[in-house]
T-cell receptor, first 114, second 117 residues
Framework: QKEVEQDPGPLSVPEGAIVSLNCTYSNSAFQYFMWYRQYSRKGPELLMYTYSSGNKEDGRFTAQVDKSSKYISLFIRDSQPSDSATYLCAPLPPNAGNNRKLIWGLGTSLAVNP | GAVVSQHPSRVICKSGTSVKIECRSLDFQATTMFWYRQFPKQSLMLMATSNEGSKATYEQGVEKDKFLINHASLTLSTLTVTSAHPEDSSFYIC?????????????FGPGTRLTVL
């Protein structure tokens, strides 16, 4: 089993739709969960991250972690064409030190159609 | 957020030549930098982790003699692809992590697209 599973899509939605992007992970020790957005031919940019279980909201984006089911979600409200990108979930292992390596999902390709 | 730059953004070279890619953290000191490679429609693959002033730690299957990494200062790391071949053509992305106790976030450069003819 891969450490992080993410449906690559593509996911196509109309403008204004609520988008749900999801990941599952296998290591119950993960505590930080990052969501990155990557536009075509660009480096990823950190959207938001959550620690342990719970929700975190930032504007139109809400990140949700359910550690009991090892399930991570990112919701985008009122989706815009500019949200069209690949969204990558990346848990951060809990081992100490600055060399901690992000564990990357495959990324979900999202297209928001005007 | 913090800014990480990469240079060049795109390079085309002949097979057998060496290519150097620079990664700079512009407004923070990065004790740790990471180098990734990404093929089309695939996720990021970590190649190596470099700490300022010490040798890089390479991931399994990555040839350290082919992908030379130097992290000589807290704001600069370089990746040199030696004797490049067409199969080395890829999108190379660096990231930098700010020191522990600050934000401990990882910021990515814009990537370098390498095409080896």
């Amino acid at each position: 089993q891969k450490e992080v599973e993410q449906d690559p899509g593509p996911l196509s939605v109309p403008e204004g739709a609520i988008v749900s992007l999801n990941c599952t992970y296998s290591n119950s020790a993960f505590q930080y969960f990052m969501w990155y957005r990557q536009y075509s031919r660009k480096g990823p940019e950190l959207l938001m991250y959550t620690y342990s279980s719970g929700n975190k909201e930032d504007g139109r984006f809400t990140a949700q972690v359910d550690k009991s089911s090892k399930y991570i979600s990112l919701f985008i409200r009122d989706s815009q064409p500019s949200d069209s990108a690949t969204y990558l979930c990346a848990p951060l292992p809990p081992n100490a030190g600055n060399n901690r390596k992000l564990i990357w999902g495959l990324g979900t390709s999202l297209a928001v159609n005007p | 957020g913090a800014v990480v730059s990469q240079h060049p953004s795109r390079v085309i070279c002949k097979s057998g030549t060496s290519v150097k890619i620079e990664c700079r953290s512009l407004d923070f000191q990065a004790t740790t930098m990471f180098w990734y490679r990404q093929f089309p429609k695939q996720s990021l693959m970590l190649m190596a982790t470099s700490n300022e002033g010490s040798k890089a730690t390479y991931e399994q299957g990555v040839e350290k003699d082919k992908f030379l990494i130097n992290h000589a200062s807290l704001t600069l790391s370089t990746l040199t692809v030696t004797s490049a071949h067409p199969e080395d053509s890829s999108f190379y992305i660096c990231s930098a992590r700010d020191p522990p106790g600050i934000r401990n976030e990882q910021f990515f450069g814009p990537g370098t697209r390498l095409t080896v003819l």
